[in-house]
């Protein structure tokens, strides 16, 4: 099975803070995702990643950035954070081409206050 | 531009009986169209996904989903729903080429009553 793991599920974190979410995912995948979640909103890209090193911007990549040093790894850093960057953000990961299935991990609830 | 339409922010149903959650979706090109689920506090499980081939698409745990090019729809069905089936459902796109990037809906919360 494939797994994709965030370290932190929940965090509370204040106004100004850096900040850090971890992904690991364990199935050698070129691909790996941050998205957020928002009620109402559904689902939007952050960044992503196809490779070591490599990123693209999503939909919504302001006041974030991301780093990916290794393949399995891949990292969301809120430079400082604010309190609408209050949400639940999402890690996943996938094989490189279009079409194949995305894997998530089980969310990161984020708090900042 | 690719978006996901997903009418209903609510489904209701009883037990037992036929469940329908509907998306629509637009993009340039013949689409990837994929179902997920969500439970409380959880992240997303892959439900099923249409690539090519016969339209009607089977996934877990009972669901269906048909591709209708014409209507430029992939609703989600089951026959008999049933009280787990209580979650959220997120409909997603992706284009043919490029890197493989879904364009999600914004959900649809479905409640099965007993």
């Known amino acids: 099975d494939v797994k994709v793991t965030q370290s932190s599920r929940y965090l509370v974190k204040r106004t100004g803070e850096k900040v850090f979410l971890e992904c690991v995912q364990d199935?050698?995948?070129?691909?790996m995702f941050w998205y957020r979640q928002d009620p109402g909103l559904g689902l939007r890209l952050i960044y992503f990643?196809?490779?070591?090193?490599?990123?693209e911007k999503g939909d919504i990549p302001e006041g974030y950035s991301v780093s990916r040093e290794k393949k399995e790894r891949f990292s969301l850093i809120l430079e400082s954070a604010s309190t609408n960057q209050t949400s639940m953000y999402l890690c996943?990961?996938?094989?490189?081409?279009?079409?194949?299935?995305?894997?998530f991990g089980e969310g990161s609830w984020l708090t900042v206050v | 531009a690719q978006s996901v339409a997903q009418p209903e922010d609510q489904v209701n149903v009883a037990e037992g009986n036929p469940l329908t959650v509907k998306c629509t979706y637009s993009?340039?090109?013949?689409?990837?169209l994929f179902w997920y689920v969500q439970y409380p506090n959880r992240g997303l499980q892959f439900l099923l996904k249409?690539?090519?081939?016969?339209?009607l698409v089977k996934g877990s745990y009972g669901f269906e989903a048909e591709f209708n090019k014409s209507q430029t729809s992939f609703h989600l069905k089951k026959p008999s729903a049933l009280v787990s089936d209580s979650a959220l459902y997120f409909c997603?796109?992706?284009?043919?080429?490029?890197?493989?990037?879904?364009?999600f809906g914004t959900g649809t919360r479905l409640t099965v009553i007993p």
């Open positions: 996943a990961s996938s094989l490189l081409n279009s079409g194949n299935t995305i894997y």
């Open positions: 199935m050698d995948h070129e691909n």
């Open positions: 990643s196809y490779d070591v090193k490599m990123k």
């Open positions: 993009v340039s090109g013949n689409p990837y």
């Open positions: 249409y690539i090519t081939g016969d339209n």
């Open positions: 997603a796109v992706a284009r043919r080429t490029g890197a493989n990037n879904l364009f």
